[in-house]
């Protein structure tokens, strides 16, 4: 497999084929993804929530996105990978966003960055970043960053007026230069509509079926994390339960001596060694 660039993904959008996105933050998921052929990949800062277990994205620094990019793309090599800029990494200039973009393309490799917001400073945030020859994906509608300012965690662009704001920022974030779109959380026909007006490829999560492509976090679509479950996710798998279970089965078997068994789960010595070995522990009293 040969990894995609921007030119595929805008071949794809012509041709009408999906594009498939999924989040990883490991290098043993990131190898599973590629080996199951995804397109893109996002190092989400998500993973403060699915990883690092804290309850929001705010504290999520660049080192932490840094060190899960470093894996991701070490186990995706031919996945184009797009690094999520955390909280407060772009939010004070310009001049910070280009450095903190640079930082994921000459220490992690990614192929792209992404930025959470719609307004004209995100879009100064964009220009800066392309023209400084990186990547640049947007990311509109249920922003995590700005959860304060949205009320929550909950569905953007639901009354008319909201949804025409968003269709808005769309467009001024692909004249700002972002080669892609997130959209997050709105109605399928906000999502449509911006997909039909877009010359840029636009990704949706819970944005409906008609944008160019879909993205999961792949903790909530395998059912490995519990503690909320968006209405838009659906569960392929339930590895979660699995794995309880195989945790289960183990402690179960070493607290009643069943594992490991001897010649099945241990190492071999000749007999000679072992009597010899023997001899040794014996005379050393
Ligand atoms: O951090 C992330 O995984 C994201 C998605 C929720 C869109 O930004």
Redesign the pocket.
Known sequence: MTKKNIHNFNEMVEKGEKIVYL?AYDYLTAKMQEKAGVDMI?V????GMVTLGYDT?FPVTMDDMIRHCQAVRRGAPETFIVG?MPYMSYQHSDEQAVANAGRFVKEALVDAV?L?GGGPMMASRIKAIQEAGILVMG?IGLT?QLMGQLGGYKAQGRSADAAVRIVDQAKVLEEAGAFSI?V?GVPAQVGKAITELAGIPILG?GAGSYTHGQ?L?YADMVGMYDNFTPKFVKKYAEVGNILVEAFKEYTEEVRSGSFPVDGEHTYKMKDEEIETFEKKLKDRG
Do not use: A, V
């Open positions: 989040t996002l989400g800062d998500s993973l994205t999520d992404k959470e990311h995590p997130l997050e999560i993205l976090i």
